[in-house]
């Protein structure tokens, strides 16, 4: 779409998330309409313990799972709206607040458009190391907010055969799992013994 631009933002709904219609030009004078969904850019980190060999996931009901016929949910790594300007503030925020633990260094992967067809969301990926000591706090996300988040600490074994097969769903955790095996090749070794 090069040469295309905005003429006007058309607001359908603003909430949780803003919801557009943006009317558009193409550089040959066609005009055209896209509906986008706007709720600002998101953070999303893997925490991973590589003594214990394991990495904390979350899972909570997901609607649009309900909507297709799905599980209400799914294992996912801890992720969440920028509430503040720092992504990786957010992503300790996050980890501190859905999985009770409290990260200190993150590796940041980048920023990764998530639906760039429909979304305006950006999410800034993080692989963080954590050991026992780390966790601080029961996490199971804000009550107020309704997360209802299950935690599960999942061996390297389990979770890398999971995404193998297909079994990790979330593309944002399938893609910090294959990420952490290329960082950290070290990781995806077996245990000899």
Same mark, same amino acid.
């Given at each position: ?12 709904h603003d909430?949780? /998330? ?5 009317h558009l ?8 309409? =896209?509906?986008? !969904?706007d709720h ?47 992504? $990786?503030?957010?992503? =300790? =925020? ?10 200190? !260094? ?25 050991? !026992? ?6 996490? /199971? ?24 097969? /297909? ?24 245990? $000899? /013994?």
């Amino acid at each position: 779409m090069s040469g295309t631009s905005i003429e006007r933002i058309e607001t359908i709904h603003d909430g949780w /998330g803003r919801f557009l219609t943006l009317h558009l030009k193409s550089a040959d004078g066609t005009r055209f309409t =896209r509906e986008v !969904e706007d709720h600002g850019d998101a953070a999303c980190v893997l925490p991973y313990d590589s003594v214990r060999r394991c990495v904390m996931l979350v899972k909570q009901p997901r609607a649009p799972l309900l909507m297709r016929n799905e599980p209400d949910h799914i294992w996912e790594a801890p992720a969440g709206i920028l509430d503040e300007a720092d992504p $990786a503030a957010c992503a =300790r =925020r996050e980890a501190l607040e859905e999985t009770g633990l409290r990260i200190g !260094e993150v590796e940041a992967l980048g920023a990764f458009w998530s639906m760039p067809g429909v979304s305006a969301e950006r999410i800034h990926l993080f692989l963080a190391p954590y050991n !026992e000591t780390d966790k601080v706090a029961a996490g /199971g996300g804000l009550a107020d907010e309704n997360e209802q988040i299950e935690l599960a600490e999942v061996s390297f074994e389990d979770v890398f055969s999971a995404a193998d097969t /297909g079994q990790i769903t979330d593309m944002k955790t399938w893609a910090l799992l294959q990420a952490l095996r290329l960082r950290h090749p070290e990781i995806s070794r077996p245990v $000899a /013994g």
